[in-house]
């Protein structure tokens, strides 16, 4: 089962969450020009969330948990980046001589009270009041001196939580909203730092690692939104290192949940570094400690990518699940690090963002591989289960809960855990498509580094995966050209191996002779595969026999086989009856050698030949005395009648030309 994504609030740095009541911005266009400061806001102002509510507010209250078996609720962060404001600011059109004063603040006492009512969260008030003029009244007003202090008896607030804004005029609204925001998130520190009491008072039954790292994680939580980001990474790290030590302890069960938690916290470290949204690699980044970053993320590798597969639900999908956390990791890290290239920080072709790209493409790789090993060593004959176990996995209580078990403490019945594995089965499915993107990713990012051996690295893999989807066509087009960019030998021997095979299957004559030639040097099965071609016979397969899964059978002169290889049975029928067709073959020949590499060289030498006097060139019309074929080291010569009658014929005609049939010992 892949992991479930922890939500939009980890990829982003959490603001401060603010809500604005009393405004009426569709009837009031003063209003509606105050509150345009909300929207649109310059980086470089308070990271606030303001968010303008009518109306009665309906904000959670608090009630007694049960305790879980869990480790991180997934609702806890979303709380107080979406429901539970860490300021709510009432807004009044009220000026200090109001002929209604005594009702006017009658009335700010009962709304102020009934915001204290709805929050329950200890939430701080703010009062701010609009008023009919357009500068603001002087200190020295002893009447509006006492009617301000009447207000903040009568309401229960203090003279820092009481604003004074004009609005008429221009306001000079550009002043007076950065005051009202650095107010605002003066107060909203107030309101985090008094959780983070809360949170520490909170005593731990047993030392519980699961509670020590829930309780770690509330703190850099909420110390990331005081924005105190040194003191968000050191929790977070502490909170990694609790789960990092206590490794061995974890319960085979919920090793899914407990890797979970695991590759949040080690998001969250890396992002600490670069400037952009995660934990520990988030905050590395952010405070310009790309290297430790790094060392981070090796680290992590080194420690978490090795451990402990689990047996549950079963050991064949523990160890996919195992792989597909590995290659999500280095996927983020690859996101984290792109981001922090943009952001300013310098990389290196040997540290860049396509190393990390490259490794999950790796890691997915080896997951398709086993995914087709596990659906062929155990086909899936049960229909899908209904009611779908998997129907909650979107609405898991904690991260990296399996959905099936929400309610139960340990294990689901039997049937439940049954109909979880049967239903993961029939979801599990090879994605060749999202391994294809990662590696066009990487070499982008090789590219534009420069490192143009990786960047090869990836043609060759994604041929690769190409040839294992079935796509046949474009893995052979993809290995040639990287073959003819000058690549080691073994490396080389290796991709013409598979293209000949890919060429083979899709009766490409004229790849397939192309490679031919290239392997004859090392390959002497080649030359046989040449040679049939060129007395116009069918080759025979280039692969071992284990890989063909019917025998060759001729009929009516055409010669089919199947490859087990491919996902797709491939056909090839080749008909070696027609005159015509030994010319083709010819001429295909040639245009093959045309394609040599240096280290492949044809070199033909021919005498002085005479020409027959009809237009039609036949095979005595062309006696070559030598030709030489030479491929590097040793030499090897054979004598090729047909590539010489195939040049003179493209030399002389444009038309299909009846040919004699020369004597079967003519080509050796």
Not at 262 to 288: A, D, M, R, T
Request: proline share 6%.
């Amino acid at each position: 089962m892949d992991p479930v994504e922890a939500g939009d609030w980890l990829g982003g740095r959490p603001q401060q969450l603010i809500f604005l009541t009393g405004l009426d911005p569709n009837n009031k266009e003063s209003h509606s020009g105050l509150l345009g400061f909300c929207r649109l806001r310059p980086p470089d102002r308070p990271p606030l969330n303001l968010r303008l509510v009518s109306g009665e507010l309906e904000l959670p209250q608090k009630k007694d948990k049960k305790s879980g078996k869990g480790i991180l609720r997934r609702d806890w962060p979303s709380k107080y980046l979406e429901r539970v404001p860490a300021l709510i600011v009432l807004f009044l059109d009220l000026d200090w001589d109001h002929s209604s004063w005594n009702e006017k603040k009658t009335e700010a006492e009962s709304k102020c009270a009934s915001l204290r009512s709805s929050a329950g969260q200890a939430s701080r008030l703010a009062v701010v009041l609009l008023q009919q003029r357009s500068v603001p009244t002087s200190g020295d007003d002893p009447l509006a001196t006492e009617r301000a202090h009447e207000l903040c008896q009568i309401c229960h607030l203090t003279p820092r939580q009481l604003f004074v804004v004009p609005i008429l005029g221009d306001l000079t609204v550009s002043g007076y909203v950065s005051k009202l925001e650095s107010a605002f998130h003066e107060l909203a520190q107030g309101f985090y730092q008094q959780k983070l009491k809360t949170i520490r008072a909170r005593s731990i039954a047993n030392n519980s690692p699961a509670l020590v790292v829930r309780q770690l994680f509330k703190l850099a939580f909420i110390s990331e939104l005081r924005q105190d980001t040194h003191t968000a990474y050191r929790n977070y790290r502490l909170a990694y290192e609790q789960c990092k030590d206590h490794m061995e302890s974890w319960d085979g069960v919920d090793i899914f949940e407990w890797r979970s938690v695991v590759g949040l916290l080690n998001y969250k470290v890396k992002i600490s570094y670069y400037s952009i949204p995660s934990l520990i690699c988030e905050l590395c980044f952010l405070h310009n400690m790309a290297v430790e970053a790094i060392n981070q993320m090796r680290r992590h590798q080194s420690v978490f990518f090795a451990g402990p597969t689990g047996v549950y639900p079963t050991p064949q999908l523990a160890n996919i699940e195992l792989q597909l956390w590995n290659a999500k990791q280095c996927w983020h890290f690859a996101q984290l690090f792109e981001q922090a290239v943009v952001n300013g920080l310098t990389a290196l072709a040997t540290l860049n963002p396509g190393t990390h790209l490259d490794l999950a493409a790796s890691l997915y790789s080896a997951v398709n591989s086993n995914i087709l090993a596990l659906k062929k060593s155990n086909p899936v004959t049960k229909p899908y289960p209904v009611p779908d176990p998997m129907a909650s996995i979107q609405s898991t209580i904690f991260f990296g809960q399996r959905p099936w078990r929400i309610g139960y403490d340990g294990l689901a019945p039997a049937n439940v855990e049954e109909d979880a594995v049967t239903a993961i089965l029939h979801r599990l499915v090879v994605n060749y498509e999202g391994v294809i993107s990662l590696l066009n990713a990487a070499m982008a990012q090789f590219k534009k580094y420069g490192c143009f051996r990786m960047y090869r690295k990836g043609i060759i893999e994604v041929a690769n995966v190409y040839y294992s989807s079935g796509d046949l066509a474009r893995a052979l087009q993809l290995w040639v050209a990287v073959v003819r960019e000058g690549i080691p030998q073994a490396v080389r021997k290796d991709i013409l191996q598979k293209a000949i095979s890919a060429a083979y299957c899709i009766a490409s004559l004229k790849d397939y002779v192309w490679c031919c030639l290239q392997l004859m040097p090392s390959l002497p099965a080649a030359e046989d595969g040449l040679r049939a071609v060129l007395q116009c016979t069918a080759p025979q397969p280039p692969f071992s026999k284990n890989d063909v899964t019917h025998a060759q059978v001729c009929r009516k002169q055409n010669l089919c086989y199947n490859i087990d290889g491919c996902p797709t049975p491939h056909v090839v029928t080749l008909m070696v009856t027609s005159e015509q067709r030994k010319m083709v073959t010819a001429v295909m020949v040639v245009l093959a050698m045309g394609h040599a590499t240096p280290m492949v060289s044809v070199y033909l030498s021919m005498q002085t030949h005479t020409t027959s006097p009809s237009r039609t060139p036949s095979f005595e019309s062309v006696t070559p005395t030598s030709s030489r074929f030479i491929a590097g080291t040793p030499k090897r010569r054979l004598t090729m009648s047909l590539l010489c009658v195939a040049t003179k014929v493209l030399s002389q005609t444009r038309r299909p030309c009846r040919m004699r049939r020369l004597p079967r010992n003519t080509v050796h």
